[in-house]
């Protein structure tokens, strides 16, 4: 296993990592404790959950998981989202919430500490000096190693770290943004100002939600897929989305991988990524996955993927499908 440095931290990470999302949902408890086994034994060390996870339920699970076996594990979490329906203040990124959310994970989690604790989303009417109080004193108090971001501008990153120098906070560490063949804008901004500042980056949805493996086709969607109640007119089974989706499968084919396998080893190979997250909810999608780690891109093939989806360009946004805007604008 190539383990990578987490930024500048020096924490190795695998070159990829375990997203729990589908844990409690997707994958039942004992399909996500085998997925979790086996993840271990192939050498994965980097799991990523969030309280937000069938509010906390993926976190309760990976809990029991790992029980006898945490101290292997880089373990990272999030907060952001609304975990009481009834309390107006059991949401955001306010110093309340950050607080109250850590304990609570670290309960389901059944865990002293958590390496990784990333904010979920960004909030505009928050001062970042106000969340970023709130997770000094949670790394000073040893319940946190590191702290880090998830689908933040790269401007909103920036004056994070210009203000954890001017009041002598600990700073962010890592970005988890959405990348993919299907939506590369990150390569725009973000991954520069990550490279620059030392920032690690553990991209979100590698595979497009699903659009990546090859199980979408012209006229055949999988009447149980993620996108299959996708409206009509939907840039997921665009002209466009179906070229790069085809282009994938060609070139996969001819280097006798899965469309999946090839995606994630494109995302893993970029300038800047840390760790590309998966998300399988069943053993035969963590083995394919897994099987990224064996494949080898040449030049020939970086510029074959370069053609099929061109560098910075963007055919599914990510950013608006995860509602960023309406998190930033308020709306």
């Given amino acids: 296993m190539d383990y990578r440095n987490l930024g500048r931290t020096g924490v190795k990470v695998s070159p990829l990592c375990l997203g729990c999302m589908m844990f409690g949902s997707g994958a039942d408890e004992a399909v996500s404790g085998q997925i979790i086994d086996a993840g271990l034994d192939a050498g994965i060390n980097f799991f990523d959950t969030a309280d937000a996870y069938g509010r ?114 600990n700073r962010f560490v890592c970005e988890q943004p959405p990348y993919s063949l299907m939506d590369r804008r990150a390569e725009r901004e973000l991954i520069p100002m990550a490279q620059t500042f030392g920032l690690g980056l553990i991209p979100w949805s590698p595979l497009a939600g699903g659009l990546l493996t090859g199980k979408y086709k012209r006229g055949a969607i999988p009447p149980d897929a993620r996108y299959a109640k996708a409206k009509e007119g939907s840039p997921h089974f665009s002209d466009a989305a179906f070229q790069i989706m085809e282009g994938l499968e060609q070139l996969a084919s001819q280097k006798q991988c899965s469309p999946a396998q090839l995606a994630l080893a494109w995302c893993a190979a970029q300038p800047g990524i840390t760790s590309p997250i998966i998300g399988p909810k069943t053993m035969d999608q963590l083995q394919d996955n897994l099987g990224a780690l064996e494949v080898k891109l040449t030049d020939e093939d970086l510029r074959r993927l370069d053609e099929i989806a061109p560098p910075g360009g963007v055919t599914v946004p990510y950013y608006e499908s995860a509602n960023w805007a309406a998190h930033f604008y308020r709306i």
Wanted: aromatic content about 6%; hydrophobic content about 40%; overall charge neutral.
């Fill in 56 to 169: 906390g339920v993926s976190e309760e699970i990976v809990g029991r998981a790992l029980a006898g076996k945490r101290d292997r594990v880089v373990l990272a979490t999030k907060v952001h989202a609304q975990m009481d329906k009834t309390d107006p203040n059991s949401s955001r990124i306010h110093r309340r919430h950050v607080i109250e959310g850590c304990e609570a994970s670290l309960r389901r989690l059944k865990t002293d500490w958590i390496d990784l604790y990333q904010l979920h989303r960004s909030h505009a009417d928050i001062a970042i000096d106000e969340t970023l109080r709130a997770l000094d004193d949670l790394i000073r108090a040893g319940k946190v190693r590191y702290a880090g971001t998830s689908t933040f501008m790269s401007w909103e990153i920036v004056e994070a770290l210009w203000a954890s120098k001017e009041l002598g906070l």
